[in-house]
Structures are given as C-alpha cells and as structure tokens.
C-alpha cells in the first residue's frame, strides 16, 4: 500500500513538472434539475478539464445549482457536497472522482512514525482533529465472502477519533423486530446489542471494522464497514429454522425461573394447534382453562374465574383495547379470530403496575403482525367455523396490512345437543379484524387495529337476542434513544346487546344495553443502568353506560316503555415501577399505581333513611346532578411487589404481594354469566371492589431445561363484592341499588404445574386446589345470607385436574389428548315445603350448600400435517378430534320444577355424547 501512495505522489510530481495549470480561471454556469452526468458534460464542455469515474456512481443524482463566476474548486466542493463523491485535479487539466474515498498528494507527518491509537472511550469525540488520511489494509481486503460497505465520505480537514453507526436488524422473512442481538467488532474490543424494536447504535474509530452479529436462532454474518461519516446500516437476517424450536423451548424454560413474574401464564396459538378442543376450533382462551387457578362455571359457561374471583373481575385487552365479552355460540367458541391472535399474557398473581381497573387478573391479547415483505394467508375449515387471515405488504420493509374475518354455519349443532328446548333454536356469530402496521422510520412506529363481532341467537321461538363487541385501538411507539422509549395508546370500546320480543298477543317489545369506554394511555421505558429497569407513566378511562330501554312493538301494546339514565364516570391512575437487580441472585420487582374514579351526571339520586334498609319505603328525598356534575369519588394507592431469589442457576424462589381496585361491575343473579348481564358503575351507593393478594411460589427446572415444574399458594382477600337478594329484579330497575349487597370475599388455593417442553412427548400436569368464599353480612335481616356467615361462591371447585398430552408418531404426524377433572360446583336446592295463609311455598337450602355432580372429560385428537418442503406454494394440515370420547353426561345445571305438587330434580347438559370433528387448515 506505502509503495502505490509513494509510486503516485511520483506521478503526481512529474506532471506537475511538465504542465502548469491556472486554477483562479472562473466560471457560470446554470443546471435546472439536470443528471449528474450531464453536468460534468457541460463543465467539459465550458473549460480544459476532463473528468474521470465509473456511470454508476451519478446514478439517480440530479442537480439543480448556479454559479456565478466562480473558480473549480469552489464549483465542485458545492457540487458534491451532499453526494458520497469526492475529487482530484490532476495538472494536466484531468479531474478524478473517487467515491468516499480521497486522493492524496502527500504523506502525513508522522506517517513512518510512532504508530497512531485510537482511544477506547465511548464519548464522541466533537472536537475536529488534523486531517489524517484513512488507508485500508490490503489483508483487510482480502477476506473472502464479506460484503463491504461504505458509511459516508472522507472529508478533508474534518476527521474525528469515532463515528456513530446505528440502524435497524429485522428478519428477512417475517419483517419483524430482532431483539437482543448482539454486534460487535471483535479485533476494536467494541460491541452493542439491539433493542426490543430491533435498533442499535455504535461507535465505531474512523476507517475499516469487521462488525459481526451473534443471536440465538439467528444467523451470524460478518460485514467489513468503512466509515468516513455518521451513517445507517440496517440489516435484514434469517433465522437457523433447525435449531429454533430447541432455542425457543430452553430460553422460555429459563425464564420461568429468572424473572419475578407469580402466577403469570404465557399461551401462543401454537399451544393450541394440537389440543382437541370441542368441534376443532383453535382456542388460545379456552387453553387458558387447561392451567392452573383458571377456571369456568360449567361447560358453555361465558367468562373466566381466576383465584376464586368473579368473571367481571378480569380484564380481556385485546392490543390495550378492552373486550367486554370475549365469547361467541354461548361460551363455546372465543369472540377472536385464532388465525390472528398471536399469544396471551394472563397475569393471576402480581399484575404489573401498568394494568389496573380490575381486581383478580389481566389477560392482555396479541395479535400477529402482518408480514410486511410478501403476501400470505390461512385459512381453517371446520364443521361449525370457517377462518381465513390475509396479510400483504403495503411499502416493502415498512408497512402491512392484517384482514382476518371468520363466521359459522352452526345452527346444525343446536339441533344435535340433547335438549327439547332448543329444537327450534338458532345461533349464528362472525367477527372482523383489521391491523395496519407502518415503520415510519428507525425511532417510530404506528399500529391500528379494528375489531368487531357479532352474535345473534334464539333460544325459544319468540325472542331473538343480539350482542355485539367492537373496538378501535391506536398505538405509536417511539424511541428517544437506546436508554428511553415511549408508547401511546389510544382505544374505544363497545359492548352492546338487544332483545327482540315477538308473541302473538301485544307484548311485543325491543329491550337494549350498551356501554363506550374511550381510554388514553401513555407508558414510558426507562433503562437506567444493568441493575434498573424504570417504567412509569399515566392513563384515563371515559365511561358512558346505556343501562337499558325498553319499546314497545306495534299498536295496541300493554308494555310500558322504560329508559333508564345513563351513567357516566372517569376513570384514572399514575404508575411506576421499577425491576431492580440486587444481584446474580436476587431481583426485585417494585410497583405502585395511585388509581381514582369520579361517578358523574346528569342523574337522579334517591336519598334513604339512615338506619334503615334500602327499600322504596324508605325513600326521603332525591337529589339531581348536573351534567358531569361530580357524584361520587374513589380512590387510592395500590402497590405492586415481587421477589426472586434464585437458589441454583435452575432452582428459584418467588414472592408477591399487590392490592388492586374495580370501578365498574356486573349486575347478574344467574349462576353463570350471560350475554344479557349489565355493566354498573360505583357510585354512592356501590363502592369499588378491592383485593388483596399474596403469593408464593417455587420453580423448578430439570433435565436442562426439558421439564419446568411450578409449585405455586396464594390467600386472596376481597372488600365490597357484589351480590344479591335472593329473587332479586335487576333488570330494567331504576332502583337496582335496593337489591344489590356488597359484602367480604375470602380465597386460597394451591397449584401445581409439570410441564415437558421437549422430546416426542409434549405437555402438561396441572392441579389446583383452591377454595372461595363469600360472607354477606347485615344488621338487617333481609340483607343478610345464611345468617351472616361465609358460603362458598358460584364458582367453589376445590379439586381441579387437567392433563395435556400430545405425542409425535413423525415430524408430520402426532396424537393428542386432553383429560379434565373438577369438582361439581355449588348450588342451592329445595328442601322441603311449606303452607302460609292457604298457598304452598317452597322452602331451600342455605345458599350454595349442595354441589352438583363431579365434572370429567376426555378428548383426543389426531394431527396429520403435509410435507415439510420449503419450496411449496402452500402447507397444510389436518385435525380429527373426538371431544367428550367417553360420552359422559356432565350436568351443565340442575333446576327444578313442580309437577302436580311434586317437586323434581331436572339436569341440563351442553355436550352429553361424544362429538367428533375435522378440520382443514392450509397457510400460504
């Protein structure tokens, strides 16, 4: 390298011996927009000088300048200035280009002297040093199979020690985000690592660096960077598909026992391609009945009972955005598309501070990106639903369009379930979603999202019952720097429902619910150092509830119209938290959210006698409120803790604490949850509800990492649980707060998981015992059940088995099966009878002292995939599943009726036979 820079100095030397050349000659010249090359071509043209480069260095640079009796020199530093192009003039009149690279004349001073270093400090260096030349090693050259890249272009006079790097690493298949990636310049001692949205920033010294990248399950790849200037260089990598499932499995088997997370549950749709779930529907949610401490009240029962807590106590987010019910077809089917939901994130014990508005979990939904490089699509076939997803770049690398719909055929099924009374019956569903994700650049990012289902079914042959979800969600991330980012979120929920009556005599009527929620929230990340990991921020709620109306239908009607009042409130909290890493083997996890409601008008309060039950007799006065007129306020602080403390490197320790708040209720007398349930906010006569819970916890990890065993307790205590009288009117009542009850709550439990994460044989043991109690207490007698004393919920099973297995016959074939066992839920029955002043009553039970009978299942399955040739226009697999194979007839519920002064005993069952099912499934 030293010979050709002394051989052309030389060259140099001896031209300019033999010709001298004026370069104070000036001139004009005017360019309108014109090509590089055209430019170069007049300039020829005007003067003795000839330019020497490759075309494709002027490709696609227009320039539009003047001139105005200017020399060269000046003309052409302008000219290239915003160009990688930089030059030389010969004195033979003979102009080189040279692209980022410049040409010199002469050595530097100390160039055959002490070797230069570069100092290894990470700060910038602003201050601008001697022009020092860059020269690239011949052997830095010659490594084989390595790309070279040129950041920038060397500038005289302005060189500086290092140059910042930075940019963006994505897979090239799927257009996503790599996370904590590793680059690094192995011979510089010099090396960063991505960001969660797959970002980094580098210093690297003036000159020629070997960056190569390091992940798990990501290829490694070397690039030679020659960098002049601060510049982006965005990579897009493939992963090593032979060993990501083993990666995958190991990584998320040692998170289970590093981070401080109690009785948090991680499902993908993945988990729930194999599992036989009824008619072959894939079901992340239903899944989530499989493990431990989640439960329902019965098969076909809507909503989800966690910790001995209420199905209105969980929050179902669906990309931040609220879902009020979460169900289609009766509790069978979830209300999202499986094809586009991504995984689920349930939170039972130590929810994050960021989460708040409910008080027993948090079960936070995430859908698929669309594929922002190539179009794709799925679609599954099956006897009762048809799904289909479609995702298509809409800017290569930048942005992607996500279409799901999905819908049934079902009404075949209700005349094959074993009931008289739905012979008649019909139910039909569909849902919608649409997500847009857009890279605006290396620091932004935006997402949009749509969603809408629709349910409508007849029980009985005169009344038709609708229900509907829909929701709006709006996110933009940006990031401030490698320590800072920040997400915005915007969302507006609808949960509404009608009933239209038809009869032959006029009483015909159309009865509705709905209820907006339009919340704001802002979350900020904060990396402060390797020991603390900062996130705090702010979020408001905006309620309005339609509590109900009622019209009348057609002439002549005897149905008095009804239109209650709505209801509206605000909703709001500040949080922060903090995960603090003590050491290698403790980590801390501390969270404190202040949470506060206000109830507002316009409405009408009754006032009621003190020292008297509420009744319509003891009505004094009524006071009214102006619109948004301030009604009531609650509040308070609510804490979030959490320990780890690791025994051995597979062997931890873990510990919760948190209490929580709930602003917003079910109103509901039924035993389980119904589509036609309102929503109440508190007030002042309803307070909110309020848990506290602890937790502990042991984790365990055996056969490195092939097994994950989990041993988890924890005491729940509740304040102002709602209930109600017994036979109490909710409906359409503009007095509900006379047949409301609020009173204490009591729940324990125990859960045990083994999971096998690797080998042919996959899947999981759970059991749970667990207990949950309610006591409502009164100094009045008719606001008192069972004397005062606690009774157990709805929903008490204490024993709760389920067993998961699948097994692989061959990488195209495997069998599963689902075996579940629950104790019989609680119920109240008669128990004798009674005569008073000539009529015949009927005397029960203290409330929910019986059980109905103990609830088993077995479901299997069989998964036949196709070949799994890379090069194929489309795979595709197939899923026979038998649900309830052993037919048992597990009673739903059991009711009574009178019979020519007999009281019997009558049992509804859901599904009472085996019921099997194919689905096709086929992703292109």
Do not use: C
Not at 119 to 124: E, F, L, N, P
Not at 342 to 347: D, F, Q, T
Not at 743 to 771: H, I, Q
């Amino acid at each position: 390298m030293r010979l050709k820079l002394i051989l052309f100095s030389f060259i140099v030397l001896i031209s300019s011996m033999a010709i001298s050349q004026d370069k104070t000659e000036k001139f004009s010249f005017d360019f309108n927009n014109l090509p590089l090359k055209v430019v170069l071509n007049e300039i020829e043209s005007a003067s003795k000088y000839k330019f020497f480069f490759s075309e494709t260095w002027l490709n696609e640079i227009n320039i539009t300048k003047s001139y105005s009796n200017q020399p060269i020199d000046e003309i052409l530093i302008d000219l290239f200035n915003n160009t990688l192009l930089n030059y030389y003039i010969l004195p033979s009149n003979q102009i080189i280009l040279t692209q980022n690279s410049i040409i010199y004349d002469e050595l530097p001073g100390n160039y055959f002297g002490a070797d230069q270093t570069i100092s290894d400090s990470k700060v910038v260096q602003d201050t601008v040093a001697e022009t020092a030349p860059i020269f690239i090693n011949r052997n830095e050259q010659s490594v084989q199979k390595t790309k070279t890249v040129r950041i920038g272009k060397e500038r005289k006079g302005f060189t500086k020690s290092r140059y910042k790097l930075s940019g963006v690493i994505t897979d090239v298949d799927t257009g996503k985000p790599i996370s904590n990636l590793a680059l690094v310049v192995k011979s510089k001692n010099l090396g960063t690592v991505t960001a969660s949205n797959g970002s980094y920033e580098i210093y690297l010294p003036a000159g020629v660096n070997l960056l190569e990248t390091s992940g798990l399950g990501t290829e490694k790849r070397q690039t030679r960077i020659i960098i002049y200037e601060d510049g982006t260089f965005n990579l897009n990598l493939r992963s090593q598909f032979e060993a990501l499932s083993e990666v995958v499995l190991q990584s998320q088997g040692v998170k289970n026992v590093e981070d401080t997370n109690v009785g948090r549950t991680q499902i993908s749709t993945e988990d729930s391609k194999n599992i036989p779930l009824v008619l072959g529907e894939r079901d992340v949610l239903k899944v989530a009945t499989l493990q431990p401490g989640i439960t329902t009240a019965g098969e076909g029962a809507t909503g989800f009972n966690v910790r001995g807590g209420k199905t209105d106590q969980n929050l179902i987010l669906l990309e931040d955005g609220v879902i009020y019910n979460p169900s289609h077809f009766f509790g069978i089917f979830q209300a999202l598309n499986p094809l586009v939901v991504s995984n689920v994130n349930i939170y039972k014990g130590n929810i994050p501070a960021e989460f708040g508005g409910r008080i027993s979990s948090v079960f936070d939904i995430e859908t698929k990106d669309a594929d922002k490089n190539k179009f794709g699509a799925d679609i599954s076939v099956g006897p009762v639903t048809a799904n289909v997803v479609v995702e298509t770049p809409i800017i290569k690398e930048k942005s992607g369009l996500l279409i799901g719909a999905r819908g049934t055929y079902s009404d075949w099924v209700l005349n094959a379930l074993n009931e008289a009374d739905l012979e008649n019956s019909q139910a039909s569903f569909y849902d919608f979603v649409v997500k847009y994700n857009h890279k605006i650049n290396d620091k932004n990012e935006v997402q949009a999202l749509g969603y809408y289902s629709k349910d409508n079914f007849s029980i009985t042959s005169d009344s038709l019952f609708g229900y509907s979800n829909r929701l709006v969600s709006l996110k933009w991330q940006h990031q401030f720097n490698d320590k800072n980012d920040a997400t915005l979120i915007l969302s507006n929920s609808q949960y509404k429902f009608n009933i239209d009556y038809e009869n032959t005599i006029n009483d015909d009527f159309v009865q509705s619910f709905q209820i907006d929620e339009t919340a704001l929230k802002l979350k900020l990340d904060y990396a402060l150092n390797k020991a603390h990991a900062i996130s705090y921020g702010l979020s408001g709620k905006l309620y309005g509830i339609f509590p109900g109306r009622i019209e009348p239908q057609g002439q002549n009607n005897q149905i008095t119209p009804v239109n209650l009042s709505k209801e509206q409130g605000v909703e709001g909290g500040v949080f922060i938290s903090d995960v603090y890493k003590v050491n290698d083997k403790l980590l801390l996890d501390f969270g404190l959210r202040f949470s506060f409601f206000a109830a507002l008008g316009e409405a009408e309060k009754r006032v009621y006698a003190e020292g008297t039950p509420r009744s319509e007799s003891t009505v004094i006065d009524t006071v009214r409120y102006a619109k948004n007129e301030i009604i009531k306020t609650y509040g308070g602080p609510e804490f979030r803790l959490a320990a780890r403390y690791l025994l051995s490197e597979d062997l931890s320790i873990k510990a919760s604490a948190n209490n929580t708040f709930q602003y917003i209720h079910t109103l509901s007398n039924n035993t389980t949850v119904s589509p036609i349930d309102i929503w109440k906010l508190s007030d002042n006569f309803i307070e909110p509800q309020q848990a506290t819970q602890v937790s502990l916890g042991l984790y365990k990890n055996l056969n490195i990492n092939a097994y994950e065993l989990s041993l988890e307790g924890f005491y729940k205590w509740q304040k102002n649980t709602l209930d109600f009288k017994t036979g109490a009117d909710i409906q359409l009542n503009e007095a509900v707060e006379t047949e409301v009850l609020q009173g204490s709550g009591r729940a324990y439990g125990v859960e045990l998981l083994l999971k096998k994460n690797l080998g042919d044989l996959t899947g999981w043991l759970g059991y749970t015992y667990s207990r949950s109690f309610f006591k409502l207490d009164s100094q009045f007698l008719e606001e008192r059940v069972n004397d005062g004393q606690f009774f157990p919920s709805n929903y008490d099973k204490p024993h709760d088995v389920s067993l998961v297995l699948n097994y692989k016959l061959s990488q195209r074939i495997s069998i599963s099966s689902n075996f579940l066992y629950q104790t019989g839920r609680p119920v109240t029955f008669p128990t004798g009878n009674f005569q008073f002043n000539g009529g015949e009553f009927v005397q029960y039970s203290d409330r929910n002292q019986f059980r109905i009978p103990d609830y088993y299942r077995l479901d299997l399955g069989f998964n036949f995939e196709g070949n799994h040739k890379k090069n194929k226009l489309a795979h595709s697999y197939w899923s026979l599943s038998v649900y309830n194979a052993l037919g048992r007839n597990n009673p739903y519920s059991v009711f009574f009726v009178n019979e020519d002064g007999d009281i019997k005993a009558l049992q509804s069952s859901i599904f009472n036979i085996p019921v099997p099912s194919i689905t096709y499934n086929i992703s292109f």
